[in-house]
């Protein structure tokens, strides 16, 4: 490949995982299921390749294909290609700061000791472990909820400087209030939702997003005391 920019905010390649996000991309927006990625030529496995690590969030074809496909195709994407945002690494710098007993990823604890004190924030050496923490998630829609979840903790804590975690921030189980706030609020409204495939399938940032119920979950945390400096709840939300 030369060029290197179409791989911006990848730091690993996981190549299982992008095998699958050909597959996506045959499925989602060539309507080709049933063609087989192993039938396929060099020059179209190229192609196709080159097509998915250069989709663009923000570009037209992208714009239109949410409109026209679902959104855990974007996550499954997302999660597949280990695409992160640009400051990822350092928000989760920046979380490991206000956690004293570390963070937990599918388990997996990144402690705050001796990783803030051997690594600088800015190194290779410590997005590495951040992606050796995330390299035990097997379902890369799941990842990339784990990477947004990650956004909207340190979003709070921004806000809201005076928070320190007390006890390890376990991501998996802040995920799983927040989809269980999401089941119980579609359970009212007469949905059923046997899996987290709705939850997948629901845009962040819109009412009733995936990040209101995750926000919550992490305001949960607080009421369940493994937050200090909690003085009041009119504390800053993302």
């Known amino acids: 490949m030369t060029n290197p920019e179409l791989f911006h905010g990848m730091l690993k390649i996981r190549i299982g995982w992008i095998v699958q996000a050909m597959k996506l991309e ?3 927006t060539r309507n080709e299921s049933d063609v087989s990625i192993h039938s396929l030529s060099p020059s179209c496995l190229r192609r196709l390749l080159v097509q998915i690590v250069k989709r663009d969030n923000s570009s037209e074809e992208h714009r239109y294909y ?12 997302d999660g597949a290609l280990n695409r992160v945002p640009m400051d990822f690494y350092d928000r989760v710098w920046h979380i490991l700061e206000r956690t004293p007993a570390g963070i937990k990823v599918a388990g997996y604890h990144l402690p705050q000791q001796p990783t803030l ?7 290779l050496n410590f997005s590495l472990l951040v992606e050796q923490m995330l390299s035990k998630i097997i379902d890369p829609a ?8 990650f956004m909207v903790v340190d979003g709070v804590l921004t806000r809201n400087p005076e928070f ?13 209030q927040a989809f269980d706030l999401f089941k119980a609020d579609r359970t009212k409204t007469g949905h059923k939702d046997d899996d987290m495939t709705s939850f ?5 940032n819109q ?6 119920y995750t926000v919550r979950a992490v305001m949960n945390c607080l009421l369940d005391g493994e937050m200090s400096g909690v003085r009041d709840f009119n504390c800053a939300m993302c």
Do not use: A, C
């Open 26 to 28: 045959l499925k989602y």
């Open 66 to 77: 949410s409109q026209h496909r679902t959104m855990i195709w974007n996550r499954q994407l």
């Open 117 to 123: 004190s051997d690594m600088t924030q800015y190194e």
């Open 142 to 149: 799941y990842r990339q909820i784990i990477v947004e979840t």
């Open 164 to 176: 320190t975690f007390q006890k390890s921030i376990d991501m998996d189980r802040i995920v799983q």
């Open 200 to 204: 997948y399938n629901t845009p962040p």
């Open 207 to 212: 009412r009733n997003g995936t990040t209101i």
